[in-house]
């Protein structure tokens, strides 16, 4: 006979706690704030959930207070500024560090528990693991201060080595046939916004010419376009307070987007094929079309052509057998963000003013790229040198 199986109580979790919630007012989405509680009984996960009703988040405490309770309170307190649109992308290390150790008891957790969480993300991108560490050190700063561990485990971890984001610096090439050709593709002038004004993706995505000055030649960027399941929503606001800044439109920008039409200027800028808002499938194969038209463009091909295609490798086989090399032009659109902070760098313009025209939330961000730019062009330096050197020992010897 089947054994029959055991009826969950309300709100039992696979873990055997009882979940019990409350909604504590709305967030500026205009969704409910919905706080859990838990407990090993209903009568336990409901006494703190009183506590936090009749005290506030700060008396929520317990000497059995998980990790996971901690963090899901941290966050209904502390990381309340952060846009609704971003909650699911800013709670990916919360969720990690959950994963890992939520079922401790906070007041039980060590510094090598932590290095532990940590060290698993080794090998992961830098970006990956900073915003790992600083989610875990500022969960355990404010539980210290809220005084429900003594001391902080988190002060002193060691950051595990990862790898260096995949995003590059156009060649001078590339930015010459984008300059030159850019006016070929209806893509070229959301290569013209990334290149010459550093717009992220969505920033571009959602750039109104409502928000182009073209008499004080200046861009304003206050909003971005947030990819989601079914489709693209365009929020009033960047990506972070940060985000929201005045960009100068450089003389090529304002050529090019002086090439639309007074009477068209309405709307965004950045838009499909059919002329409406973009989607991310539709951005990418706008992209795609936009890096294919530059490489036709750069082999002495027409940008349109008909009938069957030859694939890349087909091409790059028959130029071989020609004695010529088939020319391959391919960007990632953040690769033009990338170069125009290279371009800054390049300017000498100083770390704060371009953490500004960026955007970037933390110096950090700036900060670091900086030192990669700096590492990089001395290494170009070194290189030039000893190309020098070789070719001047080369020179036959004066009389």
Same mark, same amino acid.
């Given at each position: 006979m089947e054994e029959k199986k055991t009826r969950k109580k309300r709100g039992e979790r696979k873990d055997g706690r009882i979940q019990v919630t409350y909604t504590d007012g709305y967030r500026k989405d205009?969704? $409910?704030?919905?706080?859990?509680?838990?407990?090993?009984?209903?009568?336990?996960?409901?006494?703190?959930?009183?506590?936090?009703?009749?005290h506030g988040p700060q008396r929520v405490t317990g000497d059995d207070l998980t990790v996971s309770e901690w963090v899901e309170q941290f966050k209904g307190l502390y990381r309340s500024k952060v846009n609704p649109a971003y909650l699911n992308i800013d709670d990916v290390p919360y969720n990690r560090l959950c994963k890992a150790i939520g079922a401790m008891v906070l007041s039980s957790v060590r510094e090598a528990d932590l290095q532990d969480a940590l060290n698993q993300v080794a090998g992961m991108s830098e970006s990956t693991i900073d915003k790992y560490n600083q989610a875990i050190k500022r969960v355990f700063l404010r539980a210290e201060k809220n005084k429900l561990i003594k001391s902080n485990p988190a002060t002193d971890l060691i950051v595990p080595d990862g790898t260096k984001g995949t995003h590059r610096a156009l060649d001078r090439w590339e930015t010459d046939c984008i300059l030159q050709n850019w006016q070929q593709h209806r893509a070229g002038i959301?290569?013209?916004?990334? *290149?010459?004004?550093?717009?992220?993706?969505?920033?571009?995505?959602?750039?109104?010419?409502?928000? +182009?000055?073209?008499?004080?030649?200046?861009?304003?960027?206050?909003?971005?376009?947030?990819?989601?399941?079914?489709?693209? %929503?365009?929020?009033?606001?960047?990506?972070?307070?940060?985000?929201?800044?005045?960009?100068?439109?450089?003389? $090529?920008?304002?050529?090019?987007?002086?090439?639309?039409?007074?009477?068209?200027?309405?709307? *965004?800028?950045? +838009?499909?094929?059919?002329?409406? !808002?973009?989607?991310?499938?539709?951005?990418?194969?706008?992209?795609?079309?936009?890096?294919?038209?530059?490489?036709?463009?750069?082999?002495?091909? $027409?940008?349109?052509?008909?009938?069957?295609?030859?694939?890349?490798? %087909?091409?790059i086989e028959d130029a071989e057998k020609r004695g010529e090399v088939y020319i391959v032009f391919k960007t990632r659109a953040h690769d033009l963000r990338h170069t125009f902070a290279t371009?800054?760098?390049?300017?000498? +313009? $100083?770390?704060?003013?371009? !953490?500004?025209?960026?955007?970037?939330?933390?110096i950090r961000i700036?900060?670091?790229?900086?030192?990669?730019?700096?590492?990089?062009k001395e290494r170009k330096t070194r290189s030039q040198l000893v190309g020098f050197l070789d070719g001047w020992l080369k020179l036959p010897a004066a009389d």
């Open positions: 205009g969704k $409910p704030n919905r706080i859990s509680f838990y407990g090993h009984s209903r009568a336990e996960a409901e006494r703190k959930r009183d506590e936090y009703k009749a959301w290569a013209m916004l990334m *290149l010459l004004a550093g717009l992220r993706r969505g920033e571009a995505m959602a750039l109104r010419w409502e928000n +182009v000055d073209m008499d004080t030649r200046q861009l304003t960027v206050c909003e971005v376009a947030v990819v989601l399941k079914n489709g693209t %929503k365009i929020e009033e606001r960047a990506k972070s307070e940060a985000g929201i800044r005045v960009i100068p439109i450089c003389r $090529p920008l304002w050529d090019a987007l002086n090439q639309t039409p007074k009477e068209k200027r309405t709307g *965004l800028i950045c +838009v499909s094929a059919q002329g409406k !808002q973009n989607t991310e499938s539709s951005f990418s194969r706008g992209w795609d079309g936009f890096n294919l038209a530059m490489q036709r463009i750069l082999n002495g091909e $027409p940008v349109n052509q008909q009938g069957k295609r030859v694939s890349l490798e %087909k091409k371009a800054l760098f390049d300017a000498g +313009v $100083p770390a704060k003013a371009a !953490q500004y025209y960026l955007g970037h939330a933390d700036t900060l670091d790229l900086y030192t990669h730019l700096s590492r990089e």
